[in-house]
T-cell receptor, first 111, second 112 residues
Framework: NAGVTQTPKFRVLKTGQSMTLLCAQD?????MYWYRQDPGMGLRLIHY???????AKGEVPDGYNVSRLKKQNFLLGLESAAPSQTSVYFC??????????FGPGTRLLVL | AQSVTQLGSHVSVSEGALVLLRCNYS??????LFWYVQYPNQGLQLLLK??????LVKGINGFEAEFKKSETSFHLTKPSAHMSDAAEYFC??????????FGAGTTVTVRA
């Protein structure tokens, strides 16, 4: 099993550009999550999904959109990137009652 | 809502010494609690979790944590630090059915 994978690993954007981060899991987990990690702030939940075709807002959803068209994939979109979105983004997945399994992260720099 | 507080953003220990990382939670209902470890430039890895039952939980890499309801604490310990334990550690509590709330993290450095 590959577990949770994320694409790309690193990206540089200019302010106003758009991009999509892809998360894939092969553990047949129902739940998937997108977090951002910033120094001294731990991980903050951006959006999450409790099943195919469903998404919900987390703590810091502004400026991001998500889609879960397939059970194994969870996409995070930035429509108009801002320097405040410079961060490390982690995807995670879980089944009910279990801990979350994390991907390796995507480092995003917005200039 | 549940939340967790990690006491101390940095901990430095000598190799072979006790590692103690502190975590307190706030919850009006019995919480599900977790400790994760993050090595440099990697994702988070689950060390251990407390759901119900035994209050002393053993995890991977020789770590363990004790759930103390009277102190609302879930401190992480390892009797003897190894150089490979240098990493950042996160305490988390589960909110509702699936969401996790993370502490700010504690960075552990190990001195030779």
């Amino acid at each position: 099993n590959a577990g949770v994978t994320q694409t790309p690993k690193f990206r540089v954007l200019k302010t106003g550009q758009s991009m999509t981060l892809l998360c894939a899991q092969d553990m047949n987990h129902e739940y998937m999550y997108w977090y951002r990690q910033d120094p001294g702030m731990g991980l903050r939940l951006i959006h999450y999904s409790v099943g195919e075709g469903t998404t919900a807002k987390g703590e810091v959803p502004d400026g991001y959109n998500v889609s879960r068209l397939k059970k194994q994939n969870f996409l995070l979109g930035l429509e108009s990137a801002a320097p405040s979105q410079t961060s490390v983004y982690f995807c995670a997945s879980s089944k009910q009652g279990s801990g979350q399994y994390f991907g390796p992260g995507t480092r995003l720099l917005v200039l | 809502a549940q939340s967790v507080t990690q006491l101390g953003s940095h901990v430095s220990v000598s190799e072979g010494a006790l590692v103690l990382l502190r975590c307190n939670y706030s919850s009006s209902v019995p919480p599900y609690l977790f400790w994760y470890v993050q090595y440099p430039n990697q994702g988070l890895q689950l060390l251990l979790k407390y759901t119900t039952g035994a209050t002393l939980v053993k995890g991977i890499n020789g770590f363990e944590a004790e759930f103390k309801k009277s102190e609302t604490s879930f401190h992480l310990t390892k009797p003897s630090a190894h150089m490979s334990d240098a990493a950042e550690y996160f305490c988390a509590s589960r909110e509702g059915v699936y969401k996790l709330s993370f502490g700010a993290g504690t960075t552990v450095t190990v001195r030779a």
